[in-house]
């Protein structure tokens, strides 16, 4: 064990029973420089280390920090709603390199593990067609503010995703069980920090399903019967520390790296 090494990019397909036809895992953090700035704002992240070039571009970060760390700078600027700055990662693309939306139902929902001075949030990333559809109301989940730096760990079902527009303003489709229709055909997860104008720091340090054993969870695309066994989040937590990212942990800072 070395915290100073560990994976760059979040290993979620290896949690999916198979890849949409000619994509390829990608998993690489980025983060969305100045996200918001298409509604007049002109948020930023600061960064604790110099990013590096390629796709592992955050692994300074990621090996000072044994997580994602950085400063969420909010400035509203001409915005109506709050500003937002956000890290996340694809989960696979094409072979022309666009993302493509992976069935991932069977996760059962999505764990994380961090610090944030400010309650973020969990998006779904959807990809651009259905972002441009749904406009800033991705589906996502509310999480809370930690207290001195100490970490949160949380749970959250993909039943518990909603929608913050207006039920009129969606597409029939999406009427019912938002969550589990995102994460039927999902893109990628964003760790949003979304508040009032001012700096506030953060820390990524792990990424889990909620699902112990994914693959083997009943799916309509999958054959087993087995039932899915969840684990609570002190659980989960226990397994990514102890066992290093056993079953049901997507990625987690302290493993070896994978470069696969």
């Not at 559809?133 to 100490?150: F, I, Q, R």
Request: hydrophobic letters at 35%.
């Amino acid at each position: 064990w070395d915290p100073l090494k560990g994976d760059y990019r979040v290993n979620s397909t290896a949690s999916v029973a198979a890849l949409p036809k000619g994509a390829v895992a990608d998993g690489h953090w980025y983060w969305e420089a100045n996200s918001n700035a298409k509604k007049g704002g002109t948020s930023y992240i600061s960064w604790p280390a110099k990013l590096a070039d390629g796709a592992d571009s955050l692994s300074p970060v990621i090996d000072s920090c044994q997580g994602l760390c950085g400063t969420a700078v909010l400035k509203k600027g001409s915005m109506s709603n709050s500003p937002y700055a956000s890290v996340g990662f694809v989960i696979a693309r094409d072979e022309s390199g666009e993302p493509v939306p992976v069935d991932v139902s069977s996760w059962g929902g999505v764990c994380m593990t961090y610090t944030s001075e400010a309650n973020p949030l969990i998006v779904l990333d959807l990809g651009d067609s259905l972002e441009h559809e749904l406009g800033d109301e991705l589906p996502s989940a509310s999480l809370t503010k930690s207290k001195d730096g100490s970490e949160i760990t949380k749970c959250v079902s993909w039943d518990e995703f909603a929608l913050s527009a207006k039920s009129n303003e969606l597409p029939e489709s999406w009427q019912e069980v938002v969550g589990e229709k995102a994460a039927s055909q999902l893109v990628g997860l964003k760790f949003r920090i979304q508040a009032d104008s001012g700096e506030y720091k953060f820390n990524v340090r792990h990424v889990g399903t909620k699902v112990k054993n994914p693959l083997k969870a009943p799916h309509k695309n999958l054959s087993s019967s087995s039932q899915a066994e969840t684990e609570s989040s002190s659980s989960i937590y226990t397994n990514w520390l102890l066992l290093e990212g056993g079953d049901g942990s997507l990625w987690t800072p302290l493993k070896d790296k994978d470069h696969d």
